[in-house]
T-cell receptor, first 114, second 116 residues
Framework: KAGVTQTPRYLIKTRGQQVTLSCSPISGHRSVSWYQQTPGQGLQFLFEYFSETQRNKGNFPGRFSGRQFSNSRSEMNVSTLELGDSALYLC?????????????FGPGTRLLVL | AQSVAQPEDQVNVAEGNPLTVKCTYSVSGNPYLFWYVQYPNRGLQFLLKYITGDNLVKGSYGFEAEFNKSQTSFHLKKPSALVSDSALYFCAVRGARGSTLGRLYFGRGTQLTVWP
């Protein structure tokens, strides 16, 4: 099976712009979670989607949003970018999102905000 | 509330020696624990997990982890380290119900360096 894929891999934006990141889960997986990784804050949970519904959300401002499509692919959007949004954004997929399942991660999208 | 602590930012070990990367946890409910490894400019790679059963869990690339309920620990181990094991290691605990569903709580990470 192909792994989790994320596009684009690298992105440079300027403050105030918006950005959309894409994640394709492992075939058959319906749960997609997003994380932000920074040197200062470590790995922080953004949100989780299952069957096109957001089931869980981390402590991020409303500028961060996401959605999931019927084929389980997911996108996350960040509006009005700030310098502090520079980070590695990781998505992970699992079959149903249950607590005993392994989450498998993609390679990430590295976002640089100038 | 779920949380994980990795008390060492850095672990250095000589090639061929055993290695241990420490992790302690705090959970409400059953602990579902995971170890991931991250190589530079890469995503997280799953190593192993503890759900229930045997306290010694075997995983990928010769790694294993020991679950200790009384000490609330889940230390990662390998009998003989390789230079290629040098990477950033994350311990994580899974949220179980309600608002924590689908969420992993990560430690800060431990940078492992194996010297030739």
């Amino acid at each position: 099976k192909a792994g989790v894929t994320q596009t684009p891999r690298y992105l440079i934006k300027t403050r105030g712009q918006q950005v959309t990141l894409s994640c394709s889960p492992i075939s058959g997986h319906r749960s997609v979670s997003w994380y932000q990784q920074t040197p200062g804050q470590g790995l922080q949970f953004l949100f989780e989607y299952f069957s096109e519904t957001q089931r869980n959300k981390g402590n991020f401002p409303g500028r961060f949003s996401g959605r999931q499509f019927s084929n389980s692919r997911s996108e996350m959007n960040v509006s009005t970018l700030e310098l502090g949004d520079s980070a590695l954004y990781l998505c992970a997929s699992s079959s149903s999102g249950s607590e005993i399942e392994t989450q498998y991660f993609g390679p990430g999208t590295r976002l640089l905000v100038l | 509330a779920q949380s994980v602590a990795q008390p060492e930012d850095q672990v250095n070990v000589a090639e061929g020696n055993p290695l241990t990367v420490k992790c302690t946890y705090s959970v409400s409910g059953n602990p579902y624990l995971f170890w991931y490894v991250q190589y530079p400019n890469r995503g997280l790679q799953f190593l192993l997990k503890y759900i229930t059963g045997d306290n010694l869990v075997k995983g990928s690339y010769g790694f294993e982890a020991e679950f200790n309920k009384s000490q609330t620990s889940f230390h990662l181990k390998k009998p003989s380290a390789l230079v290629s094991d040098s990477a950033l290691y994350f311990c994580a605990v899974r949220g179980a119900r309600g608002s924590t569903l689908g969420r992993l709580y990560f430690g800060r990470g431990t940078q492992l360096t194996v010297w030739p």
